[in-house]
């Protein structure tokens, strides 16, 4: 069965520092692999997608991932955080055994900008 | 254009009741899925339907769980005697069709049983 586990319920950021959120997957076949941002009160919004391209993805707002099959990880990356940044990102993991339909998410990792 | 809405954005009932939850997707998307966030959960696959068929509803936890999608655009997720443990935020999410697309995700109903 598929599975993405995210490191840290909370990452806490300066304006302006790196940020680095972590997602590994478990997958038995190539996955397709995505990044969402959930605002509050919002619903989930697409930051970028893996699918079997390039092992680099860039998305919107800045952010990007990197696939690397060996590490079987797909962590979130942005060189310098915004305070509109803050909000809850979930990894999320699909396969060609369901079609890549159904997607299995992560516990989410709340990101804290401060000034 | 409008994006995936909701309807209603919070419901509260009592123990025992029947609610639905409707989604109206994207114009023109085939495919609908459905989740369910818990509090401090990620969301956690329901049912997909392509058209008016439930291609894979393995993710319903049980018989009190149905939902249609009768004219394969507004869609209806149908909960039966609801027990505390449902309360969760019930999203609805779109796409243009299945297969690899982005997902579409609507804000969601906040549901309550007391």
């Known amino acids: 069965a598929q599975s993405v586990t995210q490191l840290g319920s909370h990452v806490s950021v300066s304006e302006g520092a790196l940020v680095l959120l972590r997602c590994n997957y478990s997958s038995s076949v190539p996955p397709y692999l995505f990044w969402y941002v959930q605002y509050p009160n919002q619903g989930l919004q697409l930051l970028l997608k893996y699918t079997s391209a390039a092992t680099l993805v860039k998305g919107i707002n800045g952010f990007e991932a990197e696939f690397k099959k060996s590490e079987t990880s797909f962590h979130l990356t942005k060189p310098s955080a915004h305070m509109s940044d803050a909000a809850e990102y979930f990894c999320?993991?699909?396969?060609?055994?369901?079609?890549?339909?159904?997607?299995?998410f992560g516990t989410g990792t709340r990101l804290l900008v401060s000034p | 254009g409008a994006g995936v809405s909701q309807t209603p954005s919070n419901k509260v009932t009592e123990k025992g009741k029947y609610v639905e939850l409707r989604c109206d997707p994207i114009?023109?998307?085939?495919?609908l899925y459905w989740y369910r966030q818990s509090l401090g959960q990620g969301p956690e696959f329901l049912i997909y339907?392509?058209?008016?068929?439930?291609?894979?509803d393995s993710g319903l936890p049980n018989d009190r769980f149905f939902a249609v999608r009768p004219e394969g655009s507004v869609s209806t997720l149908k909960i039966q005697r609801t027990e505390r443990g449902d309360s969760a935020v019930y999203l609805c999410?779109?796409?243009?069709?299945?297969?690899?697309?982005?997902?579409?995700f609507g804000p969601g109903t906040r549901l309550t049983v007391l």
């Open positions: 339907f392509q058209g008016t068929g439930a291609a894979d």
């Open positions: 999410a779109s796409s243009p069709w299945a297969g690899g697309n982005e997902q579409f």
């Open positions: 114009s023109g998307h085939t495919a």
């Open positions: 999320a993991v699909s396969d060609q055994n369901t079609g890549f339909q159904k997607l299995v």
